[in-house]
């Protein structure tokens, strides 16, 4: 029987350990990766401390505004990716097996998405993927492919951004905003509205699902919207019936929001402001076929979906 060469004092660091080195290299930050991974500041420096003593170098030279792998670190760097990495196979082949994304399929939805869009897959899931358990996660976008990327989660939907290391994705399908306005605004009995006819000065929008600011209403000008941190659309509608104004909203909400007493829902003239949502994945999943069909379901169910745009198969 061959006998470990690991040392005691390696075999006492945990994945859990190597993964907040891992944060540390990502955020550049002990304060940012402390917050990503739900730790504290002072018990994420111990963990990677007690790594480094195990391991007999420093990772990360301190001091700096931003911390920076020592060289030793960066070589190392790789080495923990590849142990996760195989890790997170490991756990992938015990949950392998007849049933698709091995029994599982843990799905991150951004919050102002999932309500809307999980009524029209919750029931042809099962049906196409018989036997396998779907379970969904809302958040922010970028939260959650922070949780990707770290195991935590098997996909996201999400719009597309910049390429992230280690995740692929799939263009799923491009969802319209519409207007949703005070019901005593000027021009709240109107179907539909130019966004030209609008005060960027009197619209609310939120940071991270209008992340473009003016370019989402289409408008050039000095004036600037007020921006408050994301909340439900069902907040962000009531903040409208409540302060006046407008807002932009995701017309696969258009009848949850419709409901709600004080505003109005009005069709964009001419331009389209809008979201693409895209379908991630990290590119080492052993689940890729699984998830190339999960994609083709929610493309079908968007060309269904009234409004929705779905996406060409490239």
Same mark, same amino acid.
């Given at each position: 029987?061959?006998? !470990?060469?690991? !040392?005691?004092?390696?075999?006492?660091?945990?994945?859990?350990? #190597?993964?907040?080195?891992?944060?540390?290299? =990502?955020?550049?930050?002990?304060?940012?990766?402390?917050?990503?991974?739900?730790?504290?500041?002072?018990? &994420?420096?111990?963990? +990677?401390?007690?790594?480094? %003593?195990?391991?007999?170098?420093? *990772?990360?030279?301190?001091?700096?505004?931003?911390?920076?792998?020592?060289?030793?670190? %960066?070589?190392? &760097?790789?080495?923990?990716?590849? +142990?996760?990495?195989? $890790?997170?196979?490991?756990?992938? $082949?015990?949950?392998?097996?007849?049933?698709?994304?091995?029994?599982? #399929?843990?799905?991150?939805?951004?919050?102002?998405?999932?309500?809307?869009?999980?009524?029209?897959?919750?029931?042809?899931?099962?049906? =196409?993927?018989?036997?396998?358990?779907?379970?969904? !996660?809302?958040?922010?976008?970028?939260?959650?492919?922070?949780?990707?990327?770290?195991?935590?989660?098997?996909? +996201? &939907?999400?719009?597309?951004?910049?390429?992230?290391?280690?995740?692929?994705?799939?263009?799923?399908?491009?969802?319209?905003?519409?207007?949703?306005? %005070?019901?005593?605004?000027?021009?709240?009995?109107?179907?539909?509205?130019?966004?030209?006819?609008?005060?960027?000065?009197?619209?609310?929008?939120?940071?991270?699902?209008?992340?473009?600011?003016?370019?989402?209403?289409?408008?050039?000008?000095? $004036? =600037?919207?007020?921006?408050?941190?994301?909340?439900?659309?069902?907040?962000?509608?009531?903040?409208?019936? *409540?302060?006046?104004?407008?807002? *932009?909203?995701?017309?696969?909400?258009?009848?949850?929001?419709?409901?709600?007493?004080?505003?109005?829902?009005?069709? +964009?003239?001419?331009?389209?402001?809008?979201?693409?949502? !895209?379908?991630?994945? =990290?590119?080492?999943?052993?689940?890729?076929?699984?998830?190339?069909?999960?994609?083709?379901? #929610?493309?079908?169910?968007?060309?269904?979906?009234?409004? #929705?745009?779905?996406?060409? %198969?490239?």
């Amino acid at each position: 029987m061959q006998r !470990s060469m690991i !040392s005691m004092a390696l075999s006492s660091v945990s994945l859990r350990d #190597l993964a907040l080195v891992q944060a540390v290299a =990502r955020e550049g930050s002990f304060n940012s990766a402390a917050r990503a991974m739900y730790i504290s500041p002072s018990g &994420l420096s111990h963990q +990677v401390q007690k790594v480094e %003593q195990a391991l007999g170098v420093p *990772l990360f030279e301190r001091g700096g505004r931003r911390v920076a792998p020592t060289a030793s670190g %960066q070589r190392l &760097l790789g080495y923990i990716e590849e +142990v996760l990495a195989s $890790a997170e196979h490991l756990e992938h $082949a015990a949950r392998a097996g007849d049933v698709a994304f091995g029994g599982e #399929l843990r799905l991150g939805v951004p919050s102002t998405l999932g309500p809307y869009l999980l009524p029209h897959f919750i029931e042809p899931f099962p049906q =196409r993927f018989p036997g396998a358990r779907l379970t969904i !996660s809302e958040g922010k976008p970028r939260g959650l492919l922070r949780r990707l990327q770290e195991g935590e989660l098997d996909a +996201v &939907l999400a719009p597309p951004t910049a390429t992230v290391t280690g995740l692929d994705a799939t263009d799923l399908f491009f969802e319209p905003y519409e207007l949703l306005l %005070q019901r005593g605004h000027a021009l709240a009995g109107r179907p539909s509205v130019a966004l030209s006819e609008l005060d960027a000065a009197d619209a609310t929008l939120m940071t991270e699902s209008h992340g473009n600011g003016m370019s989402d209403l289409g408008m050039t000008g000095s $004036a =600037r919207p007020e921006r408050i941190q994301d909340l439900s659309l069902e907040s962000l509608a009531t903040l409208v019936a *409540l302060r006046g104004g407008y807002t *932009l909203v995701p017309i696969l909400a258009h009848d949850r929001l419709g409901s709600i007493p004080n505003v109005v829902l009005a069709a +964009v003239e001419g331009a389209r402001p809008g979201r693409h949502i !895209s379908l991630f994945w =990290r590119s080492a999943t052993p689940w890729r076929e699984d998830l190339a069909r999960f994609g083709d379901l #929610l493309r079908a169910l968007a060309e269904a979906i009234p409004g #929705l745009d779905a996406a060409g %198969q490239g």
